[in-house]
């Protein structure tokens, strides 16, 4: 029998039955997906209500920072654009990250298929939206439907469940991070504004500052975000667009753990059982210094154990999924609809952009990926069937955020940012359809009348 006191505690405070549901909610894979098209929605109808000048005007709410001549003075729509989306595009540079030195992107043979299926994905769309829109303003926006929407094509595969292979899931995964590479380099090379050369070279520093960090295990997150907030400053005023800062501070975070699981191990069960020769001795634990230092202790291995990188990653996954995309899509999903409908989506913008992610993304992905596996360039996840890779191929025409980041960059206040928002919003959702029913329908090789559909020896 124990000889301690321990201080009594309340194992099922009252608050904790308001937020399991909700902790469970913000937890599944899918939920990040039903905010987002819960805020589209709120936009478009909103958009197109007697209140539409309320929400136009609550973008234009003009928000400053700074003080003197060191001041950002922009609206609240340019706030979440190209700064909270930096957070984003920061969280989008760790998962690259991730997969490029321990995921499906860290050798030539996992990485093959999806980066030739990504280089598909990405350059049928583009020529699709070139061939209606060959000239004129339009021409701006062929970047838009080579973009793929992680969050939404992820949580369709979620909804699934157990039809959706794992091996799927990992496929349309590193495609789709693949594919924002893309669309990062897409953004900073084609839409960016005139470029100040000695701003940019005070972003360099900036870098330069945050890569001698990483070579010295400078490891504290908060030097990182200070340096960082520099540098997206820095680079905001030179013309390149401010959000390349969130992928760059990515790549400047420690990967490495300072500890291995062996020393964690070691580590932690030395203070199990300090604390068990604790209680032994029945001194009051739950009241003593001793247990502060082994609490210490045990804290330090778990951050020790853990790399920054992927700490940071958990710690910002809800708040990008629950408030920046959510926000975001707010912000730029709402269109006001004027005249007829189909003047709208039958313009060359936003055909162009619907059979781009449409058609697009589910020819250029299925039939590069085809074509690597049968030159043996690349091989095909095994007991995937060819009608499940196709159904995520089409899962890849969900363009939405980065598709709509990109619409805002080369529209801007255009009236065909109207059109692109139509397209973008058209062609996802015929893709999200599609890729669902197919893979739901016929994944795993499943038989229909006694024979193999579209089976691995296509």
Same mark, same amino acid.
């Given at each position: 029998?124990?000889?301690?006191?321990?201080?009594?505690?309340?194992?099922?405070?009252?608050?904790?039955?308001?937020?399991?549901?909700?902790?469970?909610?913000?937890?599944?894979?899918?939920?990040?997906?039903?905010?987002?098209?819960?805020?589209?929605?709120?936009?478009?109808?909103?958009?197109?209500?007697?209140?539409?000048?309320?929400?136009?005007?609550?973008?234009?709410?003009?928000?400053?920072?700074?003080?003197?001549?060191?001041?950002?003075?922009?609206?609240?729509?340019?706030?979440?654009?190209?700064?909270?989306?930096?957070?984003?595009?920061?969280?989008?540079?760790?998962?690259?990250?991730?997969?490029?030195?321990?995921?499906?992107?860290?050798?030539?043979?996992?990485?093959?298929?999806?980066?030739?299926?990504?280089?598909?994905?990405?350059?049928?769309?583009?020529?699709?939206?070139?061939?209606?829109?060959?000239?004129?303003?339009?021409?701006?926006?062929?970047?838009?439907?080579?973009?793929?929407?992680?969050?939404?094509?992820?949580?369709?595969? #979620? +909804? *699934?469940? !157990?039809?959706?292979?794992?091996? =799927?899931?990992?496929? @349309?995964? $590193? &495609?789709? %991070?693949?594919?924002?590479?893309?669309?990062?380099?897409?953004?900073?090379?084609?839409?960016?504004?005139?470029?100040?050369?000695?701003?940019?070279?005070?972003?360099?520093?900036?870098?330069?500052?945050?890569?001698?960090?990483?070579?010295?295990?400078?490891?504290?997150?908060?030097?990182?975000?200070?340096?960082?907030?520099?540098?997206?400053? #820095? +680079? *905001?005023? !030179?013309?390149?667009?401010?959000? =390349?800062?969130?992928? @760059?501070? $990515? &790549?400047? %975070?420690?990967?490495?753990?300072?500890?291995?699981?062996?020393?964690?191990?070691?580590?932690?069960?030395?203070?199990?059982?300090?604390?068990?020769?604790?209680?032994?001795?029945?001194?009051?634990?739950?009241?003593?210094?001793?247990?502060?230092?082994?609490?210490?202790?045990?804290?330090?291995?778990?951050?020790?154990?853990?790399?920054?990188?992927?700490?940071?990653?958990?710690?910002?996954?809800?708040?990008?999924?629950?408030?920046?995309?959510?926000?975001?899509?707010?912000?730029?999903?709402?269109?006001?609809?004027?005249?007829?409908?189909?003047?709208?989506?039958?313009?060359?913008?936003?055909?162009?952009?619907?059979?781009?992610?449409?058609?697009?993304?589910?020819?250029?992905?299925?039939?590069?990926?085809?074509?690597?596996?049968?030159?043996?360039?690349?091989?095909?996840?095994?007991?995937?069937?060819?009608?499940?890779?196709?159904?995520?191929?089409?899962?890849?025409?969900?363009?939405?955020?980065?598709?709509?980041?990109?619409?805002?960059?080369?529209?801007?206040?255009?009236?065909?940012?109207?059109?692109?928002?139509?397209?973008?919003?058209?062609?996802?959702?015929?893709?999200?359809?599609?890729?669902?029913?197919?893979?739901?329908?016929?994944?795993?090789?499943?038989?229909?009348?006694?024979?193999?559909?579209?089976?691995?020896?296509?």
């Amino acid at each position: 029998m124990d000889t301690e006191k321990d201080i009594k505690i309340e194992e099922h405070p009252p608050i904790e039955t308001v937020l399991k549901p909700i902790r469970k909610f913000m937890h599944v894979e899918t939920s990040g997906g039903i905010v987002l098209i819960v805020m589209t929605i709120i936009a478009i109808i909103w958009a197109n209500s007697p209140l539409a000048d309320v929400y136009f005007h609550l973008l234009e709410t003009k928000i400053v920072l700074g003080f003197g001549d060191y001041r950002i003075d922009e609206s609240l729509h340019y706030w979440i654009n190209d700064g909270l989306m930096a957070i984003f595009f920061f969280l989008v540079g760790l998962e690259i990250k991730r997969e490029l030195l321990i995921g499906e992107l860290s050798t030539i043979k996992t990485a093959s298929l999806p980066i030739i299926a990504a280089f598909g994905g990405m350059l049928v769309p583009a020529l699709i939206y070139l061939i209606f829109n060959p000239g004129g303003e339009g021409q701006k926006g062929w970047g838009i439907p080579m973009a793929t929407d992680i969050a939404f094509s992820i949580g369709i595969l #979620a +909804l *699934l469940g !157990s039809k959706a292979p794992f091996a =799927i899931k990992v496929f @349309l995964t $590193a &495609f789709a %991070i693949v594919d924002d590479i893309g669309a990062v380099l897409v953004i900073a090379m084609f839409y960016t504004a005139d470029i100040s050369l000695v701003i940019l070279g005070i972003a360099a520093f900036f870098l330069l500052i945050l890569i001698v960090m990483n070579f010295l295990h400078v490891r504290a997150p908060s030097a990182y975000i200070v340096i960082g907030l520099l540098l997206w400053a #820095a +680079l *905001l005023k !030179s013309g390149i667009h401010a959000t =390349i800062a969130g992928i @760059l501070l $990515a &790549f400047t %975070i420690p990967a490495k753990a300072r500890i291995n699981s062996r020393q964690f191990l070691d580590t932690t069960q030395s203070a199990l059982e300090d604390l068990k020769k604790l209680r032994s001795i029945g001194k009051n634990v739950m009241t003593s210094n001793e247990l502060s230092s082994i609490v210490y202790d045990i804290e330090d291995s778990c951050e020790a154990v853990q790399t920054p990188s992927q700490r940071i990653q958990d710690e910002l996954h809800l708040f990008v999924a629950f408030f920046i995309m959510p926000l975001f899509a707010f912000a730029n999903a709402g269109v006001k609809i004027d005249g007829n409908i189909l003047n709208l989506v039958g313009h060359p913008v936003s055909i162009g952009i619907i059979f781009g992610l449409f058609f697009g993304k589910q020819i250029g992905v299925f039939v590069f990926s085809w074509l690597a596996v049968k030159l043996k360039i690349a091989e095909k996840p095994h007991n995937i069937s060819w009608i499940t890779m196709y159904g995520a191929a089409c899962l890849g025409g969900i363009g939405f955020t980065m598709s709509l980041f990109i619409a805002s960059l080369a529209f801007g206040s255009l009236p065909l940012a109207g059109n692109a928002k139509i397209g973008i919003l058209a062609g996802s959702l015929i893709s999200g359809i599609l890729g669902y029913v197919v893979i739901k329908k016929y994944s795993s090789d499943k038989k229909k009348n006694g024979k193999k559909i579209f089976t691995n020896n296509l």
